[in-house]
Every structure is written in C-alpha cells, then in structure tokens.
C-alpha cells in the first residue's frame, strides 16, 4: 500500500489514521480495560458491564465522531482528505465497539476468539488492498476498505458473542455508569495520553511540514507499531491474572512481573540492535527506495520499542493493583513533554525531530513506572538486573556478528538470532522456567 500510493499519499493516509487515532478514545474513556480487571475477579457482574457499557460506546461514538467532523473541517484541509479522515474515523469506531466485545474475552482468559477476530481482520485488510491495488482505486478506496475490515470484524464479534455466552440487554443504569466512568477514567486518560504522543506527532508533521514528510516518518513508524503486538499479546495473557492475584498473592503478583520484566528486555535489546543495524535492509524490502529517508527514523524510534516492551511489565502491574491513577499522572506529564519537545524540534529538525521527541518521550513514561514499583515494593530482585547485564552481552556478541555480515540478505537475522538465544543459554541468562511460560503465552 505505501509503495502504490507513495509516500505522499501514505502520508495522507498515516495523518486520517493519527487524527482519527487520538479522537478514538474517547469511544472507549478506559471502560474496556475496566471491564478486563472487574469481570476477571468476579464472572457474575458480566450482563451488568456489557449491557450498561455497550449502551456507553454506542453514545460516544456518536459525540466522538461529531467532534471529528467539526475538528476535520476546522483544520481547512482539502476535501479529499477530510473524506479520507471520515471513512478512516467510522472505521476506528467499528474497531472501539467490537473492541468491547474483545475485552469480554479477554477478562474469561479466553483469547481464542480475539486472535482469530484479529487474523480474520487482517486477512480482510490484505484482500481489500490487494484488489484496490489490481483495480487501481484511489487513496478514498484504500479507505475504505478500512472501514468494511472493520465493519466485518464487528459483526463477527457480536456473533461470537451471541453464540457463546449471551444475548446483551442495554441497560441504563445512571449510579452505575457514574461509578464506572470514574474508575475507569484514569484508563482512559492514561490511554489518551499514550495516543497523543503516538499520534500527535504525524499530525504536527502534516500541518508543519506536509505530508510527504509524514509519509516517510509512518514508514518507520508502522514498523515500531506493528512490534507492539509482542508486549500486546503478553498484556492480553497476563492482566486477568495479575488482577486476580492482587487480591490472593501479592508474592504471586511481584513473581510474575519479574518474569514479564525479564521477558521482555530477553526480546527487546536485541530486537532494538538487530533493527538499527539492518534499518536499510528492512526499509528498502518493504516499502522502496523512495522511503530512503524513513532509514534513520526506524533507527531511533525503534529504541521506543525497546523501553515500552521494558515498562510493559510496571504498567500492568499499577493498573492490575487499582494504582491506575498514578500511571495517569505520568502519562498527563509525558503528554506535555512530547508536545513541547515537538513543537521545539519539527521546525528545526523535521521528522527526525519528532523520532526524538516520541524516544524521549517513552524513557519519562517507563522510568517513572519503574520508580513507582519500586515504591510500592514490587520491584526487581538483583536477580533479574544480573539478568540484564547478560542480555546487553549477549546482544553485543550478536551485533559484532551482525555488523561483520551486514552485507549479506536479511537472512543473516537467523544465525544471528541463535546466536544470540546460544549465548544467552549458556551463560544462564534463561532456564527452562522462562522457556515455559513463553510456550504457555504462545499457546493462549
């Protein structure tokens, strides 16, 4: 898609999917992670949530996409692209609905029906870009197969749904919704201030610099966008059982945040090497020689992979432990230092500027994490900081290796990867119990 509709048209595109992005939480406002946490610990509220929270996401979606027709017009962009921003902003209200349905599964610990909802969506996605692309349809037909992917999904969704557990009655229940909005707000706001400074800067970069320029940023940035599904995944296994162990075994609790921890930064640090020294490679296979300029982009944005997938583990653990606020407050400060750090480096460094703001950005966020953690005393044992040291020697052996055959194709990346898993192994920097529950996320 981004080679056929180019850089300046993928830009286009990136910009209708950011705007869209930072409006979609308010569909949402934090109720679908509520919903994971409250129906883990107890099944027999499940009516009451969907019933009440269905009827929710159905009035914000509403408001939502008033506030995108007037923000859309108000900005003076051409026409085109504020039909592009409405199929793409319908689209992402299809995607915060059966979203809810998601959630539902997740809080049963069943993900099956999500993974194949997900596969199923990206299959749709694929097929409808392949034939826009046979057919030679415009960037408004590359939107809208969006909006029917996610269209589709929903209705696969609700009957899932339907089929398995239960006709959904919407109810209006006023204390409840107000009780619930509250607690789910820091959620919300939490996961809004993570989208604006996700999103906000290929906004920025459209108003200040065009969307040519957005164009090459989002090619590096779909690369970052896409690996988050690591974490995502782990996030989707872990938290109704983190939730439920912070009322039974805080000892269970700080365990398994330890092995996320570890986890994580076993598959970040390297993953982060492994793409700065192949940037070139990775952008030239997969989007052209016209997105040259997308090579230095995807070696600094992707060490923000590298401190989400570190932070991931401290914030599940604050919102498994009814600490959401705190992750708010964070996420409100960081929401602020992107935005000045963009507004001080676009102008003068473009899209690299932005790189370095979001980088800057994520450090803040997963350091003070980190510290909170630590503070409620459910921070790292020195076992696991030993751990890190082994995983930072272990990638440098395997960079050395990289760099040495740098020359050859991208299939480098599997002797290299063994090479790495082969030292890290013999120097103790895995056992058989981390092998485990690797195997045991793979498998839900």
């Known amino acids: 898609m981004a080679r056929y509709l180019g850089a300046e048209g993928f830009g286009i595109l990136s910009f209708a999917l950011a705007f869209s992005g930072i409006f979609s939480i308010f569909t949402d406002i934090g109720l679908s992670t509520l919903i994971i946490r409250e129906i883990s610990r107890d099944t027999s509220l499940a009516k009451k949530y969907i019933g009440n929270f269905l009827l929710i996401k159905i009035i914000l979606s509403l408001l939502t996409f008033g506030l ?19 199929l793409i902003a319908l689209s992402s209200i299809f995607n915060s609905i059966f979203g809810i349905f998601y959630a539902f599964f997740q809080s049963y610990e069943i993900m099956e029906y999500q993974s194949i909802g997900q596969i199923f969506n990206s299959i749709l996605m694929f097929s409808g870009v ?52 509250k607690e789910a707000l820091p959620f919300g706001i939490t996961s809004f201030s993570g989208l604006i400074y996700t999103y906000i800067d290929s906004v920025m970069l459209s108003l200040i610099q065009g969307n040519e320029v957005v164009g090459w940023y989002n090619a590096a940035y779909k690369i970052i966008l896409v690996l988050l599904f690591i974490p995502g995944t782990i996030n989707i296994t872990l938290f109704p059982s983190m939730s439920k162990l912070h009322i039974s075994s805080r000892d269970s609790l700080k365990l398994i945040t330890e092995k996320y921890f570890k986890l994580m930064i076993i598959i970040s640090i390297p993953l982060g090497a492994l793409i700065t020294i192949l940037a070139d490679k990775i952008i030239f296979l997969l989007f052209g020689y016209e997105y040259q300029q997308s090579i230095i982009a995807l070696q600094i944005l992707v060490w923000t992979i590298v401190f989400t997938f570190i932070g991931a583990a401290f914030v599940r653990l604050l919102e ?13 400060i960081c929401v602020v230092v992107n935005v000045l750090l963009n507004l001080i480096l676009i102008p003068k460094f473009s899209y690299i500027g932005a790189c370095i703001s979001t980088v800057i950005t994520e450090i803040i966020l997963v350091g003070g994490v980190i510290i909170i953690g630590y503070k409620i005393g459910l921070g790292i044992s020195n076992k696991v900081k030993i751990i890190l040291l082994k995983v930072i020697f272990s990638t440098a052996i395997m960079s050395i290796f990289l760099i040495s055959f740098k020359d050859f194709n991208l299939l480098i990346l599997v002797p290299s990867v063994v090479l790495y898993i082969l030292i890290l192994y013999l120097i103790n920097g895995i056992d058989d119990t981390d092998i485990n529950l690797f195997k045991q996320i793979i498998g839900k």
């Open 68 to 86: 995108i027709v007037f923000f859309a017009n108000l900005l003076g962009y051409p026409q085109q692209i504020v039909i592009v921003v409405y």
């Open 130 to 181: 392949f034939i826009g692309i046979l057919i030679g349809t415009n960037i408004i037909g590359i939107s809208i197969v969006y909006l029917v992917s996610n269209f589709i999904t929903l209705i696969y969704a609700i009957i899932i749904f339907l089929w398995k557990f239960f006709v959904p009655k919407l109810n209006f229940d006023l204390d409840f919704w107000n009780n619930s909005i």
């Open 320 to 332: 498994a432990s009814n600490r959401q606020v705190i992750i708010t407050k964070i996420s409100l």
